[in-house]
C-alpha cells in the first residue's frame, strides 16, 4: 500500500455502510485544481489504487474493478487521496497522463467558468508543446529556436516595463506588461526543463520553513 497517498487513520475512518460499500470520488487535477470526474470505489478499488497509485474505480455498469486509462493509456496517477468531514466522500488529486473523459476532453465536466489560476496551467502545456515545432510556427517556437540568451533577455525587458508602469501608476499597462513578463517567464522555464509545479513546490518550501521558524 502506498502510505502517502491516504494514512492508516484516515482509511480506518471511513464510513462505507453509509453509502452501502460505494464511495464516490471527486477527482481533482495536481496542478490546475480542475474537477475532471466523479467516479466510485468499493474497497478492493480503493485498495487497488493505494496499491498500485494508479485511479481505480469499481464500475457500476460493468460491475467490476476499473482501471481509469487500461484501455487508453489515459491513467490517473494519484498524489494523494482524503475524505471529507464525514467520511463518505473521497477527494483524489490526480496527474492525468491525457484526458480524463471518454470523449477525449480533458474533464468530463462542461463548465465554462474555470479557475483563474488554472489558465497558467493550461497556457504552460500550450508553451510546451510549442517547444520543438518549427520556429514559423508560432511566437513561442520562435523563442525556444532562439535560445535561453533570447528568452531570458525577454524577462528581462518585461520585468523593467512592469517595474515602470508601476511607478508610473499606469494599472492597464501594468496588467499587460505583468502578462507579458509570466508569459515569456514561463517559456523560460520551459526551455530550462523547469515549470510552475517546481516554483511553487519552492514556495511552499519556504512557507512552511518559515512558519517554523
Request: glycine residues 4%.
Amino acid at each position: 500500500m502506498t502510505d502517502k497517498l491516504m494514512d492508516e487513520q484516515q482509511l480506518n475512518a471511513l464510513d462505507w455502510k453509509k453509502v452501502n460499500d460505494l464511495m464516490p470520488v471527486i477527482v481533482q487535477h495536481c496542478d490546475s485544481g480542475k474537477v475532471l470526474m466523479l467516479g466510485y470505489v468499493n474497497k478492493a478499488a480503493l485498495a487497488s489504487t493505494l496499491s498500485t497509485g494508479k485511479m481505480t474505480f469499481f464500475s457500476r455498469t460493468k460491475a467490476r474493478l476499473w482501471c481509469k486509462g487500461e484501455q487508453s493509456g489515459h491513467f490517473l496517477n494519484v498524489k494523494e487521496i482524503s475524505s471529507d468531514c464525514d467520511n463518505d466522500t473521497l477527494l483524489a488529486i490526480v496527474e492525468p497522463m491525457g484526458p480524463t473523459c471518454h470523449l477525449n476532453t480533458e474533464s468530463c465536466f462542461k463548465n465554462n467558468l474555470q479557475p483563474t489560476v488554472s489558465f497558467l496551467t493550461d497556457l504552460e502545456n500550450i508553451i510546451a508543446s510549442r517547444k520543438n515545432c518549427d520556429p514559423s510556427s508560432s511566437y513561442s517556437a520562435q523563442l525556444f529556436a532562439q535560445g535561453t540568451k533570447r528568452i531570458a533577455q525577454k524577462v528581462g525587458e518585461e520585468g523593467v516595463e512592469v517595474a515602470l508602469a508601476a511607478m508610473a501608476k499606469d494599472t492597464r499597462e501594468l496588467t499587460c506588461e505583468s502578462a507579458d513578463l509570466i508569459y515569456h517567464l514561463l517559456v523560460l522555464l520551459q526551455n530550462e526543463g523547469l515549470n510552475l509545479r517546481d516554483i511553487t513546490t519552492e514556495l511552499t518550501r519556504r512557507h512552511q520553513l518559515q512558519n517554523k521558524a
